[in-house]
């Protein structure tokens, strides 16, 4: 509110800035940025597929307008049969927690990627965290938008059916339509 | 504009809120953030050299103001022989599509290496996806700033004359005064 | 400052349209978003343990709020044990530079990996890179928050005391808290 002097003598330049500056505060408050996360989920092992799921879900729950772009081998993470196809491989990875120390070379054996798999789905399970299937559903129930990258599904000789309900397809520029209105931009 | 009202009165602390909120609201137009892309390149395979730069180059096209800062193994990606330098591993990375299933220790085999690559650049030439000498081109026509990271060449032991024409070179401060004005800052 | 013709009128529509694009100016100029870096450190190499590391100490150098969320594998880097349990793999990775060519089913063989690992800190030992130890003390010094992810700690079946004194403890909503006023977000 201007004061009384000030309407009487018409609003000066300092009470205009002072207005001028209330008003960017309460702009900055629904700062639209800070409302928006676009994540890019790239790979597609099964140690990979959680931190998009995870970081898009919390996203959307703190009321966050989110979306996850899969490209490249992250199209594993939503194709219909994701449970097959979402493996976790120890080779080339010496920070995977093995349950007993082992040479590179025997994580390379016939075997050990399965067991690499059952092992990790083993710990998550135990500590109660959600499973893939159930992160996606919340996602889903979230309103996260999951969208399927449609030149590598081309490349990967994929078809929107081979893909789960409710998923979207676009391009890098959808990403990016989305990306840039968003502070949280994150490429898994 | 004001009504006569308002000029012959002065303008009023509503008057001035409402143009306060036309000037936001144009401001929020050219948001500063939304019109940059800062994108980090930092691994040297065939398969990652792509989404640096399909994304790059399809911000560059909408109009945003676009840079790579290319770092570790993404060095790899704009050096002169990079033709040579980009291969694929199908091993480590189970994701990875083969055109038979294979045991993960088959794939580290003498061999495998030059068969993945030279199956991963045919199903993209199959697909008419642009080369990453098609994608480098267009990224420098469309005016993406290609930056070398300076630290980890010096560690590589790579000198300028190692890079393609045009390649800037600097440091992590020049990628962030790049990434501080972006909405889009992706780690690739 | 208003003209005296304008303070006697009453502030116009153009005069009020002119201040509130100086307030903008100023107001961009301090662009909160600018000022902070949220990374997320996720891989438990040597190799990738230096990005996020280097990255948070220029932007903290250079002013900005910034905080590295450790998750998954990257857990690693702020474990008390992180000089064992930083190594590299030159497996799967056909882009580490190697001091011999050679075949990707040797770089399995055990002795490889460590090979691989102190190849890797000499080189930048050579070039006079800060060290992990280096760089996370010069994290500290500079204000960088190291907050290790929770659910992962568990997951992995790490207790806090297990990790370096200083670091936090928190879970993805932190790390987006962080992140949603922040223009560089980047996950490592």
Known sequence: MLTEQELTAGATDEAIRRIVREELDQAAHHDTGAKHAAIIASKGTL??????????????????????????????????????????????????????????????????????????????????????AELLESAQDLGVRLVACQMTMDVFGYAQEDFLPGVEFGGAAAFLADASKAHVTLFV
Request: proline content about 10%.
């Open 47 to 132: 140690d990979w597929a959680y931190p998009p799921l995870i970081l898009a879900t919390t996203a959307a729950a703190s009321g966050m307008d989110t979306s996850i772009f899969f490209t490249f081998y992250g199209l594993n993470i939503v194709h219909k049969d994701f449970e097959r196809k979402l493996k976790v491989s120890a080779i080339g990875n010496p920070a995977m927690p093995m349950p007993v120390p082992m040479p590179t070379f025997v994580t390379g054996l016939p075997g050990m990627g399965p067991l690499a798999t059952g092992m990790m789905k083993s710990m998550f399970r135990g500590k109660h965290v959600a499973t893939i």
